[in-house]
């Protein structure tokens, strides 16, 4: 026996049912994504302006070393974002590591961008002015932790395909901080490194200034 053929009102009420329940499924993680995210940049903001400070409030200790920033160089400012980044992201691979395959992926994505901003914005409006304006450079952070939580909060909410495996991924975040922490006591002598205000390079020239300042 044939089955009675369904009406067009029967059929869009029907799909419209099916497309509002798939919605009710995919914008409450896409909320829950942006208010982690939200959440990542205000808390990578107020971690890294403690860090900004906790090289000397520690006394110049070698272990605030490894995650702060032990003088005015552009590198040196770059571990400002990174470290919060990176806490931030195994806070919230707790949470959202199991819902999004590439989240690893994708948070190597951000950092990298993150890291990347602030030299690249730096010498670039320096060029451009031929001068530095204090304010502004304290306005790069912001504006480099912004932007990388932005793209994440795309990345997430997109269709991202990710060519590393997540181990690959979270590889490459942990090597960064091999990186800095070589650099920080064993840099380079160029003015990426260099200290734009003493002059100085990485933590052993911090801590010989600031052994051999007199006493007032």
């Known amino acids: 026996m044939s089955q009675p053929s369904r009406s067009c ?9 099916c497309t509002y329940q798939a919605n009710l499924e995919v914008f409450p993680l896409n909320r829950s994504v942006t208010y982690w995210q939200v959440a990542g940049f205000l808390f990578t903001s ?7 400070f906790l090289f ?6 070698i272990i605030a070393a490894l995650f702060s920033a032990v003088n005015e160089s552009i590198w040196e400012h770059m571990k400002l974002i990174y470290y919060p ?8 691979s707790r949470f959202l590591g199991q ?3 590439h989240f690893w992926c994708v948070k190597m994505v951000g950092i990298l961008l993150g890291l990347l901003l602030i030299p ?7 060029g451009i002015l031929g001068t530095s304006a204090d304010w502004f450079n304290i306005a790069i952070f912001f504006i480099a932790a912004g932007a990388a939580f932005w793209i994440e909060t795309l990345l997430f909410q997109g269709e991202y395909t990710c060519r590393f495996q997540s181990w690959m991924a979270l590889l490459l975040i942990c090597l960064i901080s091999g990186i800095f922490t070589v650099f920080t006591f064993l840099p380079p002598h160029v003015p990426f490194f260099q200290d734009p205000i003493t002059g100085n390079y990485g ?3 911090t801590r010989m200034v600031h052994y051999h300042d007199p006493v007032v």
């Open 9 to 17: 009102h029967d059929i869009c009420a029907h799909e419209y049912t």
């Open 99 to 101: 819902k999004y395959k």
């Open 85 to 92: 980044m990176v806490l931030f992201a195994f806070i919230e």
């Open 203 to 205: 933590f052993q020239d």
């Open 120 to 126: 690249v914005i730096y010498y670039t409006y320096t």
């Open 56 to 61: 000397d409030l520690s006394g110049q200790s």
């Open 46 to 52: 107020t971690l890294g302006t403690f860090l900004h």
